[in-house]
């Protein structure tokens, strides 16, 4: 547990250096979700921000933005590559597609990216975020003091619609560092370590 971030944002000291870009990315999702985007893949890994945006029928783009360069920038790189829009207000609980929901989602780890620091005493680090689009969301885990990584499904259904899924990025974490291991399941390798999937608490893993 740590009063300060492992890497902080430079214009928001007290969060993660990916959060910013975290809440960008979920205005834009929840904006373009009729427009048909998907933004599939949040990869952190390595360091730097990896994201990879999807409408169907056209291949995949991957963009490497500036996590503080600001929600405009972030819309117009995106923009360029396929049809995208800023949602209108802040998520309420108001997500009405699996889509939308996967945008609140990603705003929810961005502003609650103290959950990664300063929430439990064992060391934990958010490596990527990613989507089908349709039913699942899984947001991996990368439990430092142990060497490995869980990802933890997240269900879209209704996600975020009645405001009862606030603080779920604290959940997250802790179903990371706490599972039992007859609850994790074998999945594809994350930065070479062993990664185990499982779901939320009361969930089955998908």
């Known amino acids: 547990m740590s009063r300060h971030p492992v890497r902080p944002s430079r214009t928001l000291p007290a969060a993660e250096w990916w959060a910013p870009l975290l809440v960008d990315l979920g205005a834009v999702q929840r904006g373009s979700a009729e427009l048909g985007l998907c933004i599939r893949n949040v990869d952190l890994t390595s360091g730097e921000a990896r994201v990879t945006v999807h409408w169907s029928g056209t291949p995949s783009t991957t963009l490497l933005p500036d996590p503080e360069a600001g929600r405009d920038a972030l819309l117009q790189a995106i923009a360029a590559v396929g049809p995208a829009r800023l949602a209108d207000d802040e998520p309420v609980g108001s997500a009405s597609s699996p889509l939308a929901a996967h945008g609140w989602l990603l705003d929810e780890l961005g ?96």
């Open 111 to 206: 502003r609650r990216s103290d959950a990664w620091y300063a929430y439990l005493a064992e060391p934990v680090e958010l490596l990527r975020v990613e989507t089908d689009g349709r039913r699942i969301t899984d947001v991996a885990v990368g439990r430092t003091s142990r060497g490995d990584v869980v990802e933890v499904r997240v269900p879209l259904a209704g996600l975020g619609a009645d405001g009862m899924d606030a603080g779920l990025a604290y959940t997250l974490v802790e179903r990371a560092v706490t599972v039992a291991a007859h609850d994790l399941r074998p999945a594809d390798s994350v930065l070479g370590r062993f990664t185990f999937s499982t779901g939320l608490p009361g969930e089955d893993t998908v």
